[in-house]
């Protein structure tokens, strides 16, 4: 995804070494013909692969994974966040510690949402430490359902998460991976 490469170049501004903000097409205002390239891109790598439901979190994965959706002609479900869920016996939860918020959260899918017939690509915008991934392919392990991959738009490669998840087997794509944003800088691999 050279555009998006170039776009991040043109638009991203690094807040500090571990904090990329691309809110101004990607997470708040949002540039939708880049978005749905973004999906066209994930699903012409995860097609024939069955999926049927994509699963993300929200707030900030949520357009690209209806963009994914769309191309898939498939539903999208977004675990929601809650500080302190009652237990409550129709949803799959998962503790996440949030990168951006600095604080452990729950995240939450009802259970009729994801059946053990689906098979389940995970989006989102960034990947770093991968505790959000973690916690989506924990939900996806409880309701018996399989999971196929994921499609992770931004992978901050120094902050570990990809090569965490990878080590443990699932299938991680992404668009672009920035090695270091040291010194200001927005250093692709
Ligand atoms: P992880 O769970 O992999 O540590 O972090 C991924 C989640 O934190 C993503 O859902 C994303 O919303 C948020 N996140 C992580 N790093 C960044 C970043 O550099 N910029 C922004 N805007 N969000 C990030």
Redesign the pocket.
């Known amino acids: 995804m050279d555009e998006l490469a170039q776009r991040i170049l043109k638009d991203g501004r690094v ?1 500090n070494e ?6 101004s097409f ?2 708040h205002q949002v540039d939708v013909r880049l978005i749905d390239q973004i999906g066209q891109t994930f699903f012409e790598h995860f097609r024939n692969r069955g999926i049927n439901k994509i699963l993300t ?1 929200e707030a ?2 949520i357009s690209v994974a209806c963009s994914v959706a769309r191309c898939f002609h498939v539903p999208m479900v977004f675990a929601r966040k809650n500080q302190s869920l009652v237990l409550n016996n129709d949803l799959f939860t998962a503790e ?5 918020k600095q604080q452990k959260l729950q995240i939450f899918v009802r259970k009729q949402f994801i059946e053990p017939c689906d098979r389940v690509l995970l989006v ?12 989506l392919a924990d939900i996806v392990k409880q309701s018996g359902a399989t999971l196929i991959g994921a499609g992770i738009v ?1 992978e ?1 490669v120094f ?1 570990d ?1 990809g090569k965490r998840a990878r080590e443990f087997g699932l299938e991680v794509y992404s668009l672009v991976q920035i090695a270091s ?1 040291d010194k200001n800088q927005i250093q692709f691999c």
């Open positions: 807040l571990n904090v990329l903000k691309v809110d990607l997470n979190v900030s994965g996440v510690f949030s990168f951006t989102d915008d960034f990947l770093a430490r991968g505790e959000a991934l973690k916690g931004i901050k902050q998460g944003l």
